[in-house]
Each structure stands twice: as C-alpha cells, then as structure tokens.
C-alpha cells in the first residue's frame, strides 16, 4: 500500500498533463513503516531520455522517443537521495505517465524497475490526465497492483 495526499496526485496529474506528448517522471519521497509506503513529498523532474540515456540500456533502445520512455538524470537521482537521507526520508517510488496509453508497465518499465520502490503510472489521454494507478515489483519480477490510500 502506498499512502499521500490529494496534492501528491494533484502534482503528477500536473506534470504529466504539462509534458504531454511526452511522458514526465519524478521521484517520490517518503518512508516505510508496517509494510506501507507513506509519501512525504513528490518531486516532478526532467525527462531526460535521449540517444545517449538509450545507450545505457541493452538493445537498440535509440529508436525510442520521450513520447514512449523516461529517464531521470543520474545525477538528481544522486542529489534527491543525499538530501532525503537529510530528511530522515528515503526515495519510495517514481512516478511517470503513458500518454495515450493505460495506466499500466510497460515490458521496459519492468525490466529496468528497482524492487522496493513504487511506479505511480498516470495515463494521460489527449493531453488530460486521467486513470493514476501504483505498481510494486514482487519477487519473481513481475508488476502487482499496489493499493492508493488517501492521507487526508
């Protein structure tokens, strides 16, 4: 389970409505307790993928475009876990949308997704964002619905 608030959800369905056509990312800090993620904080950030962020991952990625991927730079991925370490918070999850497309991981978003961490995945439909799903890995690597709650 995956626990924020409505300004949390607010803040992806803005992003993502933002950069449609393309999809946007963030990252999203909070912490664990009792086997449920609480989010203290969603941090949109630039989707970065290009050439050469294709490169670093097997096969010929280069043909993708940001309509169709995402890709945090490594180095505010770095920079957002030093200061959520600060924070006493820990990075919990990305966030990303799929325009045009549902609200559900890709093959690519579950071979390069880190156990742990939650995928909020907002589809975004003409430009307006709509069904806003969240996504954990379980042990054989495969992609399990995780439950949204409201933290009023």
Not at 58 to 80: F, V
């Amino acid at each position: 389970m995956i626990r924020l608030r409505q300004e949390h959800l607010q803040t992806i369905r803005t992003h993502a409505e933002s950069t449609y056509p393309d999809e946007c990312c963030g990252i999203i800090l909070g912490y664990l307790a009792n086997e449920c993620k609480t989010v203290v904080e969603v941090m949109p950030t630039e989707n970065v993928w290009n050439t050469e962020a294709a490169a670093e991952f097997p096969g010929d990625r280069t043909t993708e475009s940001k309509s169709r991927q995402y890709a945090i730079a490594p180095e505010i991925m770095l920079k957002t876990q030093k200061e959520a370490r600060d924070r006493s918070l820990n990075i919990i999850g990305i966030f990303h949308s799929h325009p045009d497309h549902p609200a559900i991981p890709s093959e690519c978003d579950r071979l390069y997704g880190w156990q742990g961490y939650s995928y909020i995945i907002v589809s975004v439909q003409n430009g307006k964002a709509g069904e806003l799903r969240s996504w954990s890995l379980d042990d054989h690597h495969q992609f399990q619905s995780e439950v949204i709650e409201n933290i009023i």
